[in-house]
């Protein structure tokens, strides 16, 4: 027998087995690549930012204090899974992030009770910053799908249908929420008032209740004022005007700096209910580095025959748009200019 009359029909069934495997392969594919898109709808991870209003803050002695502050949220699927892992659920890593201000509630204990009944002397604000890591566990068939809101304003209390505890905050990332428990985890959450008290709430220390962690009592502290403000000379086009500062309350004594506000004709108004935002107005700024309580600043570029307004803010920073900074707290003058029309 000739080696063709042998191989010929060898290579026609191999053929046939090569195109069967071909079809099986892509049968198998198609099969992998819809597994594959199934998989992609389920999230591994949710989360979102919140601005929270108005919301009660819970210390050792009850609520002391109200925040406003942004929460940022997000849950991420735990892999691996952890053996404590209860059977059924799956396990869920969770970041809480805080940053923000509080206001303080006269007459309420203050948040370290370490000094039992010790109150809170004055209503004062600062910031707070914080973070908390915990690990919550959902039912296998719950799926990250859940919506966190954008804004959740608590009037001042928890009984309110939108409160939201924070022990609860990461349920909301969850198509359902039955089911969803937490295991906690480390936290730590910083408070700081201008005047320089700070309380540090932490997994890490007493839980804010040692006197070593600091405490938030509603101290005062002395704030920058300017007053006595008036013009020193005015022409045409341009003036002097000088003001009086305050000896404490600044953040370096040896240099005072101030905004000055110009409005008036050819430099647009700034809104009085809304100090802020001083619209068009022309910003200034100048720093008083003699330390003798006295400043003055030079206006130029005035209209004879107008009136202008100044509002003297004491500030830090440097010169230069948007280096300045009004001081939380500092009392302002006010001073107006009349330019001679002839």
């Known amino acids: 027998m000739s080696p063709s009359s042998i191989q010929a029909p060898a290579r026609r069934n191999r053929m046939r087995y090569l195109a069967f495997l071909t079809v099986l392969a892509a049968a198998a594919a198609l099969f992998f690549s819809t597994g594959a898109a199934q998989a992609a709808t389920t999230p591994t991870s949710n989360g979102g930012v919140t601005q929270i209003s108005n919301r009660p803050d819970n210390g050792h002695g009850g609520f002391w204090s109200f925040l ?48 039992v009944g010790l109150k809170i002397a004055h209503s004062v604000k600062g910031s707070v910053n914080g973070t908390y890591n915990l690990t919550v566990f959902a039912p296998a068939d719950d799926t990250l799908t859940g919506v966190v809101p954008t804004t959740e304003d608590d009037n001042f209390s928890t009984t309110g249908s939108g409160f939201v505890s924070t ?73 002097v005007v000088a003001w009086k500062e305050s000896l ?60 202008y307004a100044l509002r003297i803010v004491p500030a830090t920073g440097s010169y230069g748009p948007g280096n300045s900074k009004p001081i939380p707290g500092a009392h302002v003058a006010y001073v107006d200019v009349f330019t001679p029309a002839a």
């Open 167 to 239: 022990g609860d905050w990461a349920s909301q990332a969850f198509a359902s929420k039955t089911g969803v428990t937490v295991q906690g985890g480390k936290y730590d959450w910083i408070y700081r008032t201008v005047c320089g008290e700070k309380w540090d709430d932490s997994s890490q220390n007493g839980d804010g209740n040692l006197a070593a962690d600091g405490n938030i009592t509603g101290k005062l502290c002395p704030v920058p004022y300017v007053y006595g403000g008036h013009v020193v000379a005015v022409s045409y086009t341009g003036g």
């Open 68 to 115: 406003n502050m942004k929460r940022t949220l997000l849950v991420t699927l735990a892999a691996p899974q952890p053996k404590s892992t209860p059977s059924g659920d799956l396990a869920y890593n969770v970041t809480i992030t805080d940053a923000g201000s509080f206001t303080t509630v006269l007459g309420a204990l203050t948040p370290n009770q370490s000094t």
């Open 248 to 307: 404490l309350g600044w953040p370096d004594n040896t240099i005072k700096c101030e905004q000055v506000w110009i409005s008036g004709y050819g430099f647009g108004a700034w809104d009085p209910n809304n100090p802020t935002n001083p619209g068009t107005s022309h910003i200034g700024f100048t720093c008083d580095h003699s330390g003798n309580s006295y400043n003055q600043g030079y206006l130029r570029g005035l209209t004879k025959g107008h009136t």
